[in-house]
């Protein structure tokens, strides 16, 4: 619908579609002095501030006008209202409920075919808080907030050039939740950008309340367990990966930012390694990788050993797992399987339990109920040492959602190794090699470095599994332009 001169026929129409909405306040007044002049504000309620005070904008506005002779109101509004502060003005009703809607105050006058738009304090939000997720010792402690544009600034307060883009999108038919793409365009390409946005526009859904709707929905190869993007809750690490040439993907409500393309090698990196010294860094990745690959194969290789290949083990120590396992009822197996689900029983209890509630469930369950399980013959000691032992693993992964891959997976090495011996092992392991070889990100292999490193114009940048001093790593990933790969020359 116009907007139109009459205020009357706006007014009506407002209330109309407002209707049941409390928390939506429409104000009329008179304004002017003299000859009053109708006039109406429209504004969510706690988004706005008191229209009286002095100090928010649209306060302002209203006093400078209170007094203003009512034949000028129009004439002033018409020529300097978008001088007043971030304001816009609309001729059309439904781009004006959307910005009253994202947090805007929309003010209407009598006589004037136009809405204007008065930027104020916005929706409710925590606002820049402790980064929890990804904890640092050395670097910032910020981290992202739930709000869109506090995060599009904290990595623009970083990284201070007008190169960096930050192109708003809105998705949800009925939610209308704004999507922020940051990137810098002389280092990204142009490709990726019209991708991300090819696959953000090939869906239509009601509502995007996190950007885990969006990686859901836009994901290449769905049925992987593997992500194929990259989360992250740190507004360092976001400029960081904009100087690779890589794209953030910023969604409203939301304080988690996602990071394309991605590969297997960036899910085991920290922002703290780039403060840190190489050799530090380079021993603190090993152990990563080596978490990795115990988190998923040392409970199916435990159960192998014992059940297929007791060969390669020590006779002194063979007699002790037999030792261990005299009197338990379960076969291996379901042993192991048993207390691999009760430690996923425990972590899952963990995180839903409120505040000081969830270390304490984490002692009992570990210690106490680990304890008595052995106590009463349920389960072999060793076995509770390769469970533990195998969850620790996955807590030492510093992506989330890349440990809750290797966690699933897991379970079919325990099948694999518990009913096929090494050769289930190596099977598996073929398979999954197999199905990351075909994996891809935004068309960049996901086993880069590893694999691909004939692709034209790559250059190691001595960042994968070790670390290269700092003043050697002259080269950007395979993810910046070819032209833009030099990121670090002596003058």
């Not at 998923?296 to 002194?316: D, K, R």
């Not at 959602?401 to 011996?421: P, T, V």
């Not at 994968?464 to 670090?488: C, D, G, H, N, T």
Request: aromatic share 8%.
């Amino acid at each position: 619908m116009k907007i139109s001169k009459d205020i009357k026929i706006n007014e009506s129409y407002i209330r109309n579609r407002c209707k049941g909405c409390a928390d939506i306040i429409i104000r009329p007044m008179l304004l002017g002095s003299g000859v009053k002049v109708y006039c109406l504000v429209v504004y969510i309620e706690v988004a706005v501030s008191n229209m009286t005070l002095e100090e928010s904008v649209i306060g302002k506005l209203i006093n400078h006008l209170w007094d203003m002779p009512g034949e000028k109101i129009a004439e002033f509004v018409a020529d300097n209202g978008l001088g007043i502060s971030d304001t816009a003005e609309f001729t059309e009703m439904e781009p004006a409920f959307k910005a009253m809607l994202a947090g805007n105050a929309i003010f209407f006058l009598d006589g004037y075919d136009k809405a204007m738009k008065i930027s104020s304090k916005g929706y409710p939000n925590m606002g820049v808080s402790k980064a929890e997720s990804e904890k640092v010792l050395r670097g910032s402690q910020e981290g992202f907030s739930e709000s869109v544009k506090i995060n599009t600034a904290l990595i623009r307060k970083r990284v201070r050039s007008t190169d960096l883009k930050v192109e708003e999108m809105m998705v949800g038919a009925r939610s209308d939740t704004m999507i922020a793409l940051v990137y810098m365009e002389e280092l990204m390409y142009p490709e990726l950008l019209e991708q991300v946005k090819g696959r953000l526009e090939q869906f239509e859904i009601d509502g995007v309340m996190d950007t885990g709707m969006l990686e859901q929905l836009t994901e290449e190869d769905w049925k992987s367990p593997f992500p194929q993007f990259e989360t992250t809750e740190r507004p360092d690490r976001a400029a960081l990966e904009v100087l690779n040439g890589r794209m953030i993907v910023i969604c409203d409500n939301s304080p988690m930012a996602i990071m394309v393309p991605t590969t297997f090698n960036s899910f085991l990196k920290v922002s703290e390694d780039r403060y840190n010294r190489f050799a530090i860094v380079s021993l603190q990745r090993l152990v990563r990788f080596a978490a990795a690959f115990l988190a998923l194969l040392f409970s199916g290789t435990y159960l192998a050993v014992i059940n297929f290949h007791t060969q390669v083990v020590p006779t002194n120590l063979l007699l002790s797992f037999a030792e261990a396992r005299r009197g338990v009822p379960f076969p291996s197996l379901l042993e192991i399987i048993i207390m691999e689900l009760a430690f996923e029983l425990i972590r899952e209890a963990e995180v839903r339990m409120p505040g000081p509630l969830g270390g304490t469930i984490g002692i009992v369950g570990g210690l106490i109920i680990g304890d008595a399980a052995v106590s009463a013959n349920l389960v072999s000691p060793m076995t509770v040492v390769v469970v533990a032992l195998s969850a620790l693993s996955s807590f030492a992964i510093p992506n989330e959602e890349f440990s809750a891959a290797f966690r699933l997976l897991k379970y079919g090495f325990i099948l694999l190794g518990g009913l096929l011996g090494i050769f289930g092992l190596v099977l598996g392991c073929f398979l999954l090699l197999g199905h990351l070889t075909t994996l891809t990100s935004f068309k960049i292999p996901y086993l880069i470095p590893f694999i691909g490193q004939d692709i034209s114009g790559y250059k190691r940048e001595g960042d994968s599994m070790l670390r290269a001093p700092f003043r050697r790593m002259r080269y950007r990933p395979i993810f910046a332009k070819k032209e833009q790969r030099v990121r670090l020359k002596k003058k």
